[in-house]
């Protein structure tokens, strides 16, 4: 279990899913990764549902309105202590406050932001629910990692408006890539994507799901409708692949 004392501001603390059915979002995510779920009350939480690994809480997911025609995706949450200061500091940093924090009872607090290269960031201010419990380990989510357009916006938004301090992996237009680090940890990173995104692909946040074996858990996800974006690959950073759910979301696997 993760106690508020383990966690730092600005990292990452949490992540759901926007889906256009939730019915079958839950049956996939529980068989390809053991999970169970618990779909909270319609009339407080809109049916929000919270996946568990052993008990131990570890994504979201939520119904999209049938007015909504954003993809269905992933989004990861970062960690704030004081919601409304880092909704003014995504402003003064040049992003985009989506709606002002939302208080979600007796849980928490939630904003969500576009920052200046495209890609949408959430922020949580811990309230009764803290975030996951379980984190880099299999079958829960491994690493959070942003595809940016623009790399020097992007790490200097997250500079300013979350008091990231960097560490350079690669600095080549080859591999350009910056962690988001605090002591000894490495906590999220910036990747430049420029060379490959397009506007089909823009800027986003990359969720990495832990695997014990990366391609038992593709050959489980393709039983339950996955596709296949990016076969399983042996890299430094272990074996990687990359699916989309069937309710067309994206998410990356990662050797844990």
Known sequence: MISMDDRVVGA????????????????FYT?????????????????????????EKVAGVMQRQPDDVTPSAWTTYLLTLNAAATTAAIAEAGGTVVFEPMDVPSMGVMGFAIDPSGA???????????????????????????????????T????????WTFTVA????????????????????????????????PSAWQLYIGSSDVDATVARALEKGATVVEAPEVTPYGTLAGITDPGGAYLKLRSI
């Open 31 to 55: 068989s390809v990764f053991d999970w169970t779920a618990e779909r909270g009350d319609e009339a407080t939480y809109g049916g929000y549902t919270t996946f568990f690994r052993d008990g």
């Open 170 to 201: 690669g600095d080549t237009d080859e591999f350009r890539y910056s962690n988001f680090q605090h002591g000894e940890q490495l906590l999220a990173g910036v990747m430049d994507g420029s060379a490959w995104l397009t506007e089909s692909t």
């Open 12 to 27: 990452p603390c949490w992540a759901d899913l926007m889906t256009p059915d939730i019915d079958q979002a839950i049956d």
């Open 156 to 163: 200097d938004f997250y500079q300013r408006a979350f008091d």
């Open 120 to 154: 949408a960031i959430g922020y949580w201010q811990p309230g009764g629910h803290e975030g996951w419990d379980a984190y880099a380990v299999p079958n829960a989510v491994a690493w959070n990692e942003l595809h940016t357009t623009d790399f020097r916006a992007a």
